[in-house]
Each structure stands twice: as structure tokens, then as C-alpha cells.
């Protein structure tokens, strides 16, 4: 019945007890995360296997805080070549990888589809392509519009063909025009939360960040409309 609404006073609702939720393109929904003084929990998704952690990260009552290489988490989420990542995140004052496939030992040569959160306050979405270097897509300056030590909502979105990265604070959706490329490709790894795969020596991204919430879904991506209804 449309409008009817019912309201338990003095209900727990713990996220084991969930039986339905409203989220866009559920058909391609594969993780929604929440870290946390109990640890890192799977709220919802059809990801073939769980979330696991990786090394160490310093558990806060409502976050986490990880680092490159190898403190954060495994998704259980295979990386496509399109796909959506999700953070509500607080935007780092150091070089940090927010999630995905980062795996380059050295460079950003075809590194693998990654969030990039910059220590001079840029924010990119790094982007594997089989050529002589990796692309990007760059939102310059971010951290210096946002509040410090606030939680935003950050959106990478990679396609066969580009990549684009956006951001929401108060309400309002700020995107990169979308970066062209070609040999796109998707790596034979799971997506990675805080954590890299293998080593990433002299890359730079080895700083903390600290994340609530992730979320990611693959072979699709979202509107401006979809990303705002999960803010």
C-alpha cells in the first residue's frame, strides 16, 4: 500500500535482522560495507565470497583506518571492467588508495583501476589500460573544499572506455568530465578496501585513511540520481 508507514518505538534494528533494502541496480550490487568497533560487516550484496582482513587496520567505534600495502581488506568482489566504488570516507592529508586493484610495484604504469585520494588534495580514479601509461580521471583541490575530519561520499565509476570520479557534499554531486582510453581490461583480482595487492614501493600511496563505509558494484554504473540516493 503506497504511504503506509509502520513505526516500532524502542526497536533495534541490527544488520542481521534485515529482510529487504531499496538500492539502485540490485542485479549488479556486490558489496555494501561497514567498519566499525566490531569489525569490518557485510550489510548486503551478492559478492561469491566475504569480506576478510588484511594485516591490521586500527578499528574506530564507527570506521576504520588502513593503509597500502597491506592493512585493509579484500572485498571478495572480482574486479570487472565496469564498475562503481563507493567510500564515505574522510579525505586523507597524505598519499592514500582508497580501494581497488592497485598492484604495480613501482609506477602507475597500468596499475589497475584504483581510487586515489592525494596528499596536495586531489582526488583521481586511476585507470588499467594496456598502454605506456596508466590514465586518470582528476577532480583538482577537493580536500580543500571539504571540512576536515568531515565524512564524504566519494564515487569512482570506470567503463570499457573512460573513467570518471565524483563527489557529494551537502547534497550536491561535483564530477570530472569524463577520461577517454583504449585496451581496457580487467585484472585477475579481487577488489582491495584501504590495501593494495603486492608491493607499492615508490609509489607514494602508502598513507592512512579512515573509511565507514563501502560500497561497490560491478558491471554497471550509476547515475547522479543513484549515487545521491545511497548519501
Do not use: C
Amino acid at each position: 500500500m503506497a504511504g503506509l508507514s509502520i513505526v516500532l518505538p524502542n526497536a533495534v534494528f541490527a544488520a542481521g535482522n534485515v529482510i529487504a533494502s531499496l538500492h539502485p541496480k540490485s542485479e549488479n550490487f556486490q558489496a555494501l560495507d561497514v567498519y566499525g568497533s566490531g569489525g569490518a560487516r557485510r550489510l548486503l550484496g551478492r559478492a561469491p565470497a566475504p569480506i576478510s582482513t588484511i594485516g591490521a587496520p586500527s578499528f574506530q567505534a564507527n570506521s576504520v583506518i588502513g593503509s597500502a600495502p597491506g592493512t585493509g581488506f579484500d572485498s571478495g568482489v572480482p574486479d570487472n571492467v565496469t564498475k562503481t566504488m563507493l567510500l564515505l570516507a574522510k579525505f586523507p592529508t597524505v598519499n592514500a588508495l582508497g580501494a581497488g586493484v592497485y598492484y604495480k610495484p613501482a609506477n602507475d604504469l597500468n596499475a589497475g583501476d584504483t581510487f586515489a585520494f592525494m596528499g596536495d588534495g586531489n582526488l583521481r580514479a586511476l585507470m588499467s589500460q594496456a598502454a605506456t601509461a596508466n590514465m586518470s580521471a582528476t577532480l583538482v583541490g577537493v580536500r580543500q573544499l571539504l571540512t576536515a575530519g568531515t565524512y564524504y561520499l566519494f564515487a569512482g565509476e570506470w567503463t570499457p572506455t573512460s573513467v570518471r570520479i565524483r563527489y557529494v557534499k551537502d547534497g550536491v554531486v561535483t564530477a570530472s568530465a569524463p577520461v577517454a582510453s583504449v585496451s581496457r581490461g580487467a585484472v585477475d583480482k579481487n577488489i582491495r578496501v584501504l590495501a593494495s595487492h603486492e608491493s607499492i614501493s615508490g609509489s607514494g600511496y602508502t598513507g592512512s585513511m579512515e573509511l565507514a563505509s563501502s560500497a561497490i558494484w560491478t558491471g554497471a554504473n550509476l547515475t547522479e540520481a543513484e549515487i545521491l540516493s545511497m548519501y
